[in-house]
């Protein structure tokens, strides 16, 4: 078993620079602490987490807090937790997995306990609840999802609008003129899940910009009805020459859809989604923005962990958005 010497022999520092490196207790320069863990890394070293953490009141874990429920957002929540899972161990951070439905009580709960180092929050709402908890609290958090007010935050997100803008210019360029829009399912817009309000404003805007009309259509809050609600709207709108979807569920539910229709793509429909596939799943066979679960949770615990061992210093908290790239898999003609 591998000893705080072999780490301090591997790195090439003294064993209290690799105690000050994992503990946080003292500031180490980036290129030491980065040589430190790659170390750590190779050689398996585990540091005895009790008396770590009764000496320097750390507990090397991460919260994840997420809001899992029936509506439309728990699949796409749900594959940002690989990656953020991943991301964590890679640093030498365990994850401690939060999914009550009460969020401020369960923020309260564990911060007060000290059970973990810092937070990572998904599933934020326009005005989340969990927020007022989080300002108050002595723990560093990163946010993966935009909240109206971001004063003093670390958020991370997606930019909806450009992905939108991104869409449309993309179908308009092609000469459509009539799109149907599936949105997520009502539900989730009524607790203001801020992605989906800004999607799909955006469409409508860049939409009128170009004279393009947009049929918006809710999606299916269940997966069971998925199928009904698609055909619905092929029937509610058979001028539409392309359709653009933003729901994981009606994106996997289309082909075969389209397959009881006889609907060939792109001879008779243009496709185009914005999904939340995370790494390893398999995307859908449309042209697609990609909502970038992985890189986005990636860049939420380096974020998280940078505050976490003081090393962005007093770098105010802000805002950042990750550009939409599009996929182009030959879905749209």
């Not at 939340?276 to 995307?283: E, K, L, N, Q, R």
């Given at each position: 078993?591998?000893?705080?010497?072999?780490?301090?022999?591997?790195?090439?520092?003294?064993?209290?620079?690799?105690?000050?490196?994992?503990?946080?207790?003292?500031?180490?320069?980036?290129?030491?602490?980065?040589?430190?863990?790659?170390?750590?890394?190779?050689?398996?070293?585990?540091?005895?987490?009790?008396?770590?953490?009764?000496?320097?009141?750390?507990?090397?874990?991460?919260?994840?807090?997420?809001?899992?429920?029936?509506?439309?957002?728990?699949?796409?929540?749900?594959?940002?937790?690989?990656?953020?899972?991943?991301?964590?161990?890679?640093?030498?951070?365990?994850?401690?997995?939060?999914?009550?439905?009460?969020?401020?009580?369960?923020?309260?709960?564990?911060?007060?306990?000290?059970?973990?180092?810092?937070?990572?929050?998904?599933?934020?709402?326009?005005?989340?609840?969990?927020?007022?908890?989080?300002?108050?609290?002595?723990?560093?958090?990163?946010?993966?999802?935009?909240?109206?007010?971001?004063?003093?935050?670390?958020?991370?997100?997606l930019d909806f609008p450009a992905a939108a803008e991104v869409v449309v210019d993309h179908l308009a360029a092609l000469g459509h003129r009539r799109v149907t829009l599936v949105t997520p399912p009502r539900e989730v817009f009524a607790r203001g899940v801020g992605h989906a309000w800004r999607f799909r404003s955006a469409c409508l805007s860049r939409a009128r910009e170009w004279?393009?009309?947009?049929?918006?259509?809710?999606?299916?809050?269940?997966?069971?009805?998925?199928?009904?609600?698609?055909?619905?709207?092929?029937?509610?709108?058979?001028?539409?020459?392309?359709?653009?979807?933003?729901?994981?569920?009606?994106?996997?539910?289309?082909?075969?859809?389209?397959?009881?229709?006889?609907?060939?793509?792109?001879?008779?429909?243009?496709?185009?989604?914005?999904?939340?596939?995370?790494?390893?799943?398999?995307?859908?066979?449309?042209?697609?923005?990609?909502?970038?679960?992985?890189?986005?949770?990636?860049?939420?615990?380096?974020?998280?962990?940078?505050?976490?061992?003081?090393?962005?210093?007093?770098?105010?908290?802000?805002?950042?958005?990750?550009?939409?790239?599009?996929?182009?898999?030959?879905?749209?003609?």
């Amino acid at each position: 078993m591998a000893t705080i010497a072999d780490v301090a022999r591997a790195a090439g520092v003294s064993r209290s620079t690799v105690s000050y490196a994992l503990s946080g207790k003292r500031a180490v320069a980036p290129e030491t602490l980065s040589r430190v863990r790659r170390a750590v890394r190779d050689l398996g070293y585990t540091p005895h987490a009790g008396a770590q953490a009764l000496a320097l009141a750390r507990t090397e874990v991460i919260g994840l807090v997420l809001h899992v429920d029936h509506t439309g957002a728990a699949p796409a929540v749900t594959r940002y937790v690989a990656p953020i899972s991943s991301a964590a161990r890679r640093l030498g951070y365990d994850l401690l997995l939060v999914t009550d439905i009460d969020g401020p009580s369960a923020l309260r709960r564990i911060t007060a306990s000290g059970r973990v180092d810092g937070l990572v929050l998904l599933d934020v709402t326009q005005d989340d609840l969990r927020l007022p908890v989080l300002r108050a609290a002595e723990r560093p958090a990163v946010l993966i999802g935009l909240p109206r007010d971001v004063g003093g935050l670390d958020v991370l997100d997606l930019d909806f609008p450009a992905a939108a803008e991104v869409v449309v210019d993309h179908l308009a360029a092609l000469g459509h003129r009539r799109v149907t829009l599936v949105t997520p399912p009502r539900e989730v817009f009524a607790r203001g899940v801020g992605h989906a309000w800004r999607f799909r404003s955006a469409c409508l805007s860049r939409a009128r910009e170009w004279g393009l009309r947009v049929y918006p259509h809710f999606a299916a809050a269940r997966q069971v009805d998925t199928g009904p609600v698609l055909d619905a709207v092929f029937r509610a709108h058979p001028d539409a020459t392309a359709l653009v979807v933003h729901d994981d569920r009606s994106v996997a539910a289309l082909p075969s859809v389209l397959h009881r229709r006889a609907m060939r793509v792109p001879g008779d429909l243009s496709v185009v989604a914005l999904h939340f596939w995370g790494a390893g799943g398999t995307p859908p066979p449309y042209t697609a923005v990609d909502a970038a679960p992985a890189e986005l949770g990636r860049l939420a615990v380096r974020r998280l962990v940078s505050r976490m061992t003081a090393a962005s210093g007093d770098e105010p908290a802000g805002v950042t958005l990750v550009r939409p790239q599009l996929t182009d898999r030959a879905s749209t003609a």
